[in-house]
Structure formats: structure tokens, C-alpha cells
T-cell receptor
Framework: EPEVTQTPSHQVTQMGQEVILRCVPI?????FYWYRQILGQKVEFLVSFYNNEISEKSEIFDDQFSVERPDGSNFTLKIRSTKLEDSAMYFCASSEAAGTSGTFYNEQFFGPGTRLTVL | GENVEQHPSTLSVQEGDSAVIKCTYSDSASNYFPWYKQELGKRPQLIIDIRSNVGEKKDQRIAVTLNKTAKHFSLHITETQPEDSAVYFC??????????????FGAGTRLAVHP
């Protein structure tokens, strides 16, 4: 069964440094998302991406964050200048295009996550 | 924006008992409601979902009910087993025409099933 993959599994960085988190969505999916989960808390929506542009972003997704689909398979989240409070598990998710299964098939498949630790 | 409340935060049951987790949502435009199970250190995995045109959906030992008028939905697990122990998250999402939808999650319920 196809799965969303993410690299690295764990990233440790110094405050103020840039990090790039990588995701490979399921190959026939066209909708991509990033979520984060601070330890012991709920999963929070960051951004959704479709057709090479951001379709929606949350208040958390400020100017320090950006997303990109640099090629046909990868989907990246960049944090330009990390802060201590960016420490969290970051999940990538993808969903199938609407209409390919005859309905608005909305299931989002999550990757295993990247644990980001900012020191 | 959408806000999802989830209760209880922890739930402890004996193996074989039933477990019920309840969620309420605020945005009447939300009409897709998935439930995810997350084991320690693992990714959230969808276990069941329901759309607003249905009041109840069942899959073996798991069922979800939805009351759109009251804006609440519940997860029911019958004949619980130790492997059901995990954190369960409810979520709400407006099913828009764009085909993409953010998920707004509840705070999670830590379910412990004791043998």
C-alpha cells in the first residue's frame, strides 16, 4: 500500500537556523498539507497546497514558513529562522484529487513525521 | 474559524467493555468528520470517517454517529482490546468544492484498555 514518506525522521537545529523538511506524497495525490504537533498537544493545520500554490494557511504559517514542490515528487516545508517554539513533530499529508474516485474523496494520509528540535 | 472540542481527555476501560469519545464542532459548514488513531511515536491513521449526509456509520467494532443539528459526533468502540490503546483524535473539515480541506483536530483522547 502506498504511503507518504518524510525525511529526516529527526532534525536538531540551533535557534535562528534554516531547516527544510521533506515529504514525498502518495504518487497520484494532488493535494498536500503540512500539520504540526507540539509534544502532547493536538495536531494543528499549517498549510494546504494545490496546483503549485498555497490554497490555505493558518495563523501559525507566518513569513518564516514557506512550502515548495520543487519537482514531481517532493513537497518541502522551509522554516527560515527557527525559534524554540517551532520544536514539534511536523506531519505531511496528501489526499487524492476530487473526482478521481467519483466523489470528493477527502481522506488525508499522513506521513510518519519529522521531529524538529530547536536548541 | 472552526473549533473542535473533544472529551474525555483520558479514558480507561477493561478489555471487552465499550468506549465512547465525544466531539463538538462550531462551524456549521463543516461536513466531513474523520477519526484518527495515533499510537505512540507513530503517524495518525484514519480509522473511520463520516460525511454530513449520513447519521451513522459502522465498521466492525467501530461506529461513528453524527448529529448535525447539535453539532456533535461520537466514536464508539465495542469489545475493546488492548491493541485499541492509543490516542484518538476527532477532526472536522468543510467539504468544499476545491477538493482540498484542512482538518481541524480535537485535543485527543488517550484510551487505555486494560486486560
Amino acid at each position: 500500500e502506498p504511503e507518504v514518506t518524510q525525511t529526516p525522521s529527526h532534525q536538531v537545529t540551533q535557534m535562528g537556523q534554516e531547516v527544510i523538511l521533506r515529504c514525498v506524497p502518495i504518487s497520484n495525490h494532488l493535494y498536500f498539507y503540512w500539520y504540526r504537533q507540539i509534544l502532547g498537544q493536538k495536531v494543528e493545520f499549517l498549510v494546504s497546497f494545490y496546483n503549485n500554490e498555497i490554497s490555505e494557511k493558518s495563523e501559525i504559517f507566518d513569513d518564516q514558513f514557506s512550502v515548495e514542490r520543487p519537482d514531481g515528487s517532493n513537497f518541502t516545508l522551509k522554516i527560515r529562522s527557527t525559534k524554540l517554539e517551532d520544536s514539534a513533530m511536523y506531519f505531511c499529508a496528501s489526499s487524492e484529487a476530487a473526482g478521481t474516485s467519483g466523489t470528493f474523496y477527502n481522506e488525508q494520509f499522513f506521513g510518519p513525521g519529522t521531529r524538529l528540535t530547536v536548541l | 474559524g472552526e473549533n473542535v472540542e473533544q472529551h474525555p481527555s483520558t479514558l480507561s476501560v477493561q478489555e471487552g467493555d465499550s468506549a465512547v469519545i465525544k466531539c463538538t464542532y462550531s462551524d456549521s459548514a463543516s461536513n466531513y468528520f474523520p477519526w484518527y488513531k495515533q499510537e505512540l511515536g507513530k503517524r495518525p491513521q484514519l480509522i473511520i470517517d463520516i460525511r454530513s449526509n449520513v447519521g451513522e456509520k459502522k465498521d466492525q467494532r467501530i461506529a461513528v454517529t453524527l448529529n448535525k443539528t447539535a453539532k456533535h459526533f461520537s466514536l464508539h468502540i465495542t469489545e475493546t482490546q488492548p491493541e485499541d490503546s492509543a490516542v484518538y483524535f476527532c477532526a472536522a473539515s468543510p467539504l468544499g468544492s476545491g477538493g482540498y480541506n484542512k482538518l481541524i483536530f480535537g485535543a485527543g483522547t488517550r484510551l487505555a484498555v486494560h486486560p
